[in-house]
């Protein structure tokens, strides 16, 4: 059988479609552990924040919120992520012996 200019141009838009959402998900699986990285360290490293909430006529009851624990918890899930998509590329690019 001869392949056609139609069937060489449809594998390519396959490959192209392959690639773009190849690149489309390692970015997602590297920015998405970054930014909570960045944000958990933000956050911990502010520890408390105020919240100002109104009484009327200038007086203000201020409530002190903890922010430290949420911010642990993205700096630990972000340095996850990125260790398994470390992993991950670790695996997926080592070439295989047939």
């Known amino acids: ?3 056609t200019q139609g069937d060489a141009a449809t594998v390519s838009a396959e490959e192209a ?3 773009m959402i190849r690149r489309w998900s390692w970015t997602v699986a ?5 930014i909570a990285t960045i944000v958990g360290i933000a956050l911990t490293s502010t520890g408390t924040i105020e919240q ?3 009484l009327g006529d ?9 922010v430290w624990p949420a911010g642990l ?3 630990s899930v972000g340095l996850l992520g990125l260790t398994a998509t470390a992993l991950t590329a ?9």
Request: no cysteine; aromatic share 6%.
């Open 17 to 19: 479609q392959r690639t």
């Open 52 to 54: 100002w909430n109104s």
């Open 1 to 3: 059988m001869e392949a």
């Open 73 to 75: 918890v993205l700096l």
């Open 30 to 34: 590297v920015g998405l552990p970054l």
């Open 90 to 98: 670790a695996v997926l690019t080592t070439k295989r012996s047939s």
């Open 58 to 66: 200038d007086m203000y009851d201020v409530a002190m919120l903890a």
